[in-house]
C-alpha cells in the first residue's frame, strides 16, 4: 500500500513541477539615468497619443518574419505601451524649452520590435500653440538591436529619446519645417 502512494505522491509533484510558468520580466521606455533637470513637469503637453492596437497590451509584441507576430507571455511593459511612450516622452522632453507654449499630437504608425535587428517607430506628430499648428511632421526612427529583449528594449529607449528631442528642436522654433534626424 505504501508503494502506490510513494508513485502518485511522485506524479502529483512531477506534473505540479511542469506547470510551473516562468517569472514575468518587466521592461521600461523610460532610461534609468536621471535627466539634469528635476522639475516635475514637462514644457510641452502632450495633446494625444495613439498606438496602434496591436501593440498597445502589457506584453512585448515582436515581429517574426514578414508577416508573424509573437505576444511574449513573460515579458511585459510596466504599462500598456501608450502608457509606457507617454510616460518616456514626457521625462526626455523635461528639458526643453520651447519659446511659447506648445501642445503636441502624436500617432505611431509602426512600433516594431525584431530581435536580434532593430526595434522602430514610425511616428506621425503635430505641434500646436493654441488653434494654430505650427508643424506636422513624420518621423522614422531605427535603432540595430541585439537578440535579447533587452537589447530591443534598449533600441526602442533610443528611439524614443531621439523622437523627444526632434518634437523639443520643432518646439523651440529654431527650424522653419520638420527637425530631421
Known amino acids: 500500500m505504501a508503494f502506490p502512494l510513494k508513485i502518485a505522491l511522485i506524479a502529483t509533484l512531477s506534473l ?30 502632450i495633446e494625444s497619443l495613439i498606438v496602434p492596437p496591436q501593440v498597445d497590451r502589457p506584453q512585448i509584441v515582436v515581429r517574426q518574419g ?24 514626457r521625462d526626455q522632453m523635461v528639458n526643453s524649452n520651447p519659446q511659447r507654449k506648445v501642445s503636441v499630437r502624436i500617432e505611431v504608425q509602426r512600433f516594431d520590435s525584431i530581435p536580434g535587428q532593430y526595434g522602430l517607430i514610425d511616428v506621425k506628430w503635430r505641434l500646436r500653440s493654441g488653434e494654430d499648428i505650427l508643424m506636422t511632421c513624420r518621423s522614422t526612427l531605427q535603432t540595430p538591436s541585439g537578440s535579447s529583449i533587452d537589447d530591443l528594449v534598449v533600441a526602442q529607449q533610443a528611439n524614443v529619446k531621439r523622437l523627444a528631442a526632434l518634437i523639443s528642436q520643432g518646439a523651440s522654433g529654431a527650424h522653419s519645417g520638420c527637425p530631421s534626424v
Open 16 to 45: 505540479l513541477a511542469a506547470c510551473r510558468s516562468d517569472p514575468i520580466q518587466f521592461h521600461t521606455l523610460t532610461p534609468a539615468q536621471m535627466s539634469g533637470n528635476t522639475r516635475a513637469t514637462t514644457d510641452i503637453q
Open 66 to 89: 514578414n508577416t508573424g507576430m509573437a505576444i511574449l507571455e513573460t515579458e511585459w511593459w510596466g504599462a500598456s505601451l501608450v502608457d509606457e511612450l507617454r510616460s518616456a516622452l
